[in-house]
C-alpha cells in the first residue's frame, strides 16, 4: 500500500500542492512553521476523514477561503484507487472513491491504513488516560468499522446523557427519560471494552518482543487493559451511580474514563518509569502497532511519522528506521543532518518553505 501523489488545494497554508511520493522513504524537511505537518495531515485526513491533531474542517481550510480540497492517488495491492476530499466551512466535507461519492465517511475506512507516530506518542505513558485512549481508538477506528460506529455513537449517547442530566436539575420530571439513553449506552459501551481487550491483547503478543530487542534483552514490556468497568458489569453500574451522576451533572462510569497500564515486570512505568523507559516503551508499542496492522490488512500500512527522529537518541533512531522494512515511510524533520551524519538511507527529498514545497 503507498500513496502515489497528493493534492491540495486552499487547505492550510498550501494555495495549491500537487507532490509524488517513491514507495521508499521520503523525507520533508524545513524550518517550523512552514507546513511540513499539514502534509502528513491531508494524508491522515485521506485514510480517516478525520485529523489527527482533531481540528475542524473550518479550521483546516485556507484562511479566506470557503472550501478546501485534496485527491490522493494510492495503491492497493497494485491496483490504483483515487480519494477525493471536498471540506467545506458550513456543510458536512464531500468523499469520493474513485469519483463516486459515498453516503457514509465510514466507507472510506480500509482503503488507505496508516499509522501515524508524532512526538506526542512519546508521551503517551506519562500523560493522562485520554492520550492513551486516542492511541487505541485511532488504529481501531481503521481496522474495524463496526467499532467506529459504536464509538461514534457512544460519544453522541454520552453527550446527550450529560445533557440531560443537567437539565433534571431545573426539571426534575425528565428523569424518567435518563434510562432511554443508559440501555444505548451500555449497548455501544459493551462492544468497546470487548474490543478494546482484543486489540490489547493481540498488541502484547507482539510488544514484548520488540521492546526485548530494543532494550538489549534487559526490559519485559507487558501491556494491561484498565477498563473503567467490565462490559458484563456496565448495565449495573451505570444503575449505581446514578444518584452520582445527577450530583455531578456528569456519567462517571464507562469506557470513557479506561486507561491502559504499561508494566516492567510489575512495575508501572506511568508513575515509576523514568523519561528513557517511558519513550522506549511507547516506541515499541508503535512498533508493535505496526506489525498488527500488517497481519490484519495482510498489506503494508502507509507509515507517518512527524519529527520523531529529533526526540530519539541514536540508538532509538537506528532500531526505528531498521524496523520500517518495505513500509512506504513519509517523514518530516527540520534538518538533513541527522540522516547525512548518521548515513541513513532514504530515497526523495522535498524542502518545504511557506507553503511551497521542492522536489
Keep these: 500500500m503507498v500513496v502515489k501523489t497528493l493534492e491540495l488545494m486552499d487547505y492550510r497554508n498550501y494555495l495549491s500542492l500537487n507532490i509524488s511520493f517513491s514507495s521508499g522513504i521520503n523525507i520533508l524537511y524545513g524550518e517550523n512553521a512552514q507546513g511540513k505537518t499539514n502534509i502528513l495531515e491531508a494524508i491522515y485526513l485521506c485514510g480517516t476523514t478525520r485529523s489527527h491533531r482533531g481540528s475542524k474542517d473550518k479550521e483546516i481550510i485556507r484562511f479566506g477561503r470557503e472550501e478546501a480540497h485534496i485527491r490522493a492517488i494510492i495503491e492497493k495491492k497494485q491496483i490504483p484507487h483515487r480519494i477525493d476530499l471536498h471540506l467545506k466551512k458550513s456543510k458536512t466535507k464531500g468523499v469520493a472513491i474513485d469519483g463516486l461519492p459515498i453516503k457514509k465517511q465510514s466507507e472510506l475506512f480500509g482503503m488507505l ?6 512526538p506526542e506518542d512519546l508521551y503517551i505513558i506519562k500523560n493522562g488516560p485520554a492520550e492513551r485512549r486516542r492511541f487505541i481508538d485511532m488504529e481501531l477506528c481503521q481496522l474495524d468499522k463496526i467499532y467506529m460506529s459504536n464509538l461514534s455513537n457512544y460519544n453522541k449517547v454520552l453527550q446527550q446523557r450529560n445533557n440531560l442530566l443537567k437539565q433534571i436539575t431545573t426539571d426534575k420530571s425528565l428523569a424518567d427519560t435518563l434510562q432511554i439513553w443508559d440501555i444505548k449506552l451500555v449497548e455501544y459501551g459493551r462492544s468497546i471494552i470487548e474490543t478494546r481487550e482484543k486489540f490489547i491483547l493481540r498488541l502484547n503478543e507482539l510488544v514484548g518482543d520488540i521492546h526485548k530487542k530494543l532494550t538489549g534483552g534487559i526490559e519485559q514490556l507487558k501491556l494491561r487493559y484498565e477498563p473503567n468497568i467490565n462490559a458484563s458489569d456496565f448495565e449495573d453500574a451505570l444503575k449505581r451511580s446514578n444518584d452520582k451522576d445527577l450530583i455531578t451533572k456528569t456519567t462517571n462510569v464507562g469506557p470513557h474514563r479506561d486507561d491502559l497500564n504499561f508494566l516492567l515486570g ?5 508513575k515509576y518509569g523514568s523519561q528513557g523507559q517511558q519513550r522506549t516503551a511507547a516506541l515499541s508499542c508503535k512498533l508493535a502497532e505496526i506489525e498488527l496492522v500488517k497481519s490484519i490488512i495482510n498489506d503494508n500500512p502507509v507509515l507517518l511519522l512527524d519529527d520523531v527522529l529529533s526526540e530519539l537518541d541514536r540508538q532509538r533512531q537506528n532500531y526505528l528506521l531498521g524496523s520500517i522494512g518495505q513500509l512506504q515511510t513519509i517523514m518530516t524533520c527540520t ?24 522536489s
Design 113 to 118: 491504513n496508516l499509522v501515524f507516530f508524532s
Design 266 to 270: 510489575d512495575i508501572d512505568i506511568r
Design 335 to 358: 534538518g538533513l543532518e541527522e540522516f547525512v551524519n548518521h548515513r541513513f538511507a532514504y530515497d526523495k527529498i522535498f524542502h518545504v518553505v511557506n507553503g511551497k514545497v521542492s
